[in-house]
Each structure stands twice: as structure tokens, then as C-alpha cells.
């Protein structure tokens, strides 16, 4: 990678840990495929920020939803037989969540109640959702990653409008994982995490999508993970296998990496903080939320039916 600028290096600290109460290493179906047969106590995902400042968070392995106090205390939402990844607000109560096993589900942040939402695409299963997001009209963009990888570069990008309609975007991915809109929401980022890359999709006036490409490239045992968009149009991009979160300019430059050396999956990534300027990323391997200060505020999340 030739940098004609170097980017800015900057350390991520520690905000808060998983509490022992929560921890209990075992093995479970999902470390045995993903983690080599290892035990486990938690692994961090799907970081999301509601009006009052709580960070929510899943544990893939356990199926469980935490939220985290603006003062880093730690609360059990919600448990299910599942493997729940990203996490983005349906309404003000609400979280809707891709759950690698069963489809996106609905979880209520209050009681901790846990609903199906859409679990098949006419009748057939998906191959296991990752992540997704919402644009200002209330369209869902979720990624079907299962297994996909060079190997098998069949994953898939999904768009879910307010009325119902599925349109399949993509099938050709190897390894759909982090999804983020443009600021105009006129291209569609997706982290295609083993072709160790960012994808660049258009969408088009007439709903359909044209000459995707490739913006990013990275490098390492595992690429990019988790997205996020700021209020300068920066794409910034958590990569595990690095530990980075590279922030991109709009010509995929980087001008930042923020970096740490506490644990090595660093997954997913959200802005926090009265004015959405402090970075909270989701380091998995040590059950860890870590934090920075930026120069900018992180773009509006939009939920399904209003913003946050």
C-alpha cells in the first residue's frame, strides 16, 4: 500500500470489561467452527447506542444482549438459543438483530422478550446474517455471510423495504460482513472480510445496483469486520485480524489508525457520547468495549421507522 501521506497513529483505550459474573469459558458449537475447538467466554459483537446513551452489545457464542451504562456497568438484556452478530434499533424499544441461526430477530430492550422477525427467504434459510443497517426511509441492508469465503463466494446482500419486499443485491460475496451507507446514501459499503477488502455499491434510482467495486483493500489473517460512517464522509473500518480501525478518506486513503494491543479480534465499531464524537469498538477476544476520541461525530444511525 503506497501512502504518499502517512496516516495519523492513535491508541484505543480500555472504556470497560465483561464482568467475571458473565464468564465462564467453555467450548460451544460456534467456537468449535470459528475459533479452532477453543473454550470460550464471550465474543463481542454489534455495538449500537440508544437515545439515553446505553451501548447495547451481543455475545455471539451465548446468544445474549448486554447493555452497557454510560457509566460502563453491565446488564443481561436478553438470552436465546441463537447466535446473535449485529444490532440496529427497529423503533425506540427495539432491537433488531441478525442471528446467524435463526434470521433477524426482534429483541424488546425493556423486558428482554426475544420475537422472530424474518427467519427464511421463500422458505429457503439463510446461509447465517452478520450485519446490517438502516437508511433514512426505513430500508433494512443486511449481509448473509455464513461460511462464504474465496472458497465459496456466494454470500449475500439483502435490502428489506418498509412494505416487506426482499431484494437480493448481491450473490457473489466472499464473506459479507460489515455493512454502512454513503452520507447521501447513494452507495452501499460492505467489509468482505476473506477477500480482505471493502466493496463499493451503487444503488441506483430504479432500486437496482450497478458496477460494484472494490475501495479497499487491507491485508492480515482476517479483513474487515465492522463499518461505520462520520459526519465528513470518512468510512471507518474495524479489521480483526490487524486489530486496526482504519479511517478512510474518500479516496480509501487512510488518514487515521487507531490501534490496540489488548486482545486481537477487534470486530465492530459505534459512535457514542453526547455529540458522537467518542469511537466505541467491540474487542472481542478479551470480552473488552475499547474508546477513542475523534475529530469528527459519527453519522446518524437510523433506526426502522425514526432516527436516533
Known sequence: MLLLTPPKLRPLDIW???????????????????MGGREVDSFLEGPVFDRA???YVTDIPFGRVFRIDPQGEWELVAQW????????FLNATELLVTDY?????VVDSR????????????TESFKGLNDLTFDSQGNLYFTDQGQTGLHDPTGRVYRLSPSGRLDLLLSNVPSPNGIVLSLDEKFLFVAVTRGNCVWRMPLLADGGVSKTGQFFTSHGPSGPDGLAMDTSGRL??????????????????????LSTDIGASLTNLAFGGADRKTLYCTESTSGSILCA???????EVHSGNQPL
Open 53 to 55: 446513551g446505553n451501548l
Open 293 to 299: 476520541a475523534m475529530d469528527e461525530s459519527g453519522a
Open 16 to 34: 470497560t470489561t465483561l464482568p467475571p459474573r458473565f464468564r465462564q469459558k467453555q467450548r460451544t458449537g460456534w467456537s468449535d467452527a470459528n
Open 111 to 122: 423486558s428482554g422478550a426475544v420475537r422472530p422477525y424474518l427467519g427464511r427467504r421463500n
Open 81 to 88: 438459543d441463537g447466535e446473535p452478530n449485529g444490532m440496529k
Open 101 to 105: 441461526r435463526n434470521g433477524l430477530m
Open 236 to 257: 471507518l473500518v474495524a479489521n480483526p485480524g490487524l486489530a486496526y480501525v482504519w479511517v478512510l478518506n474518500h479516496r480509501a486513503e487512510p488518514v487515521q489508525v
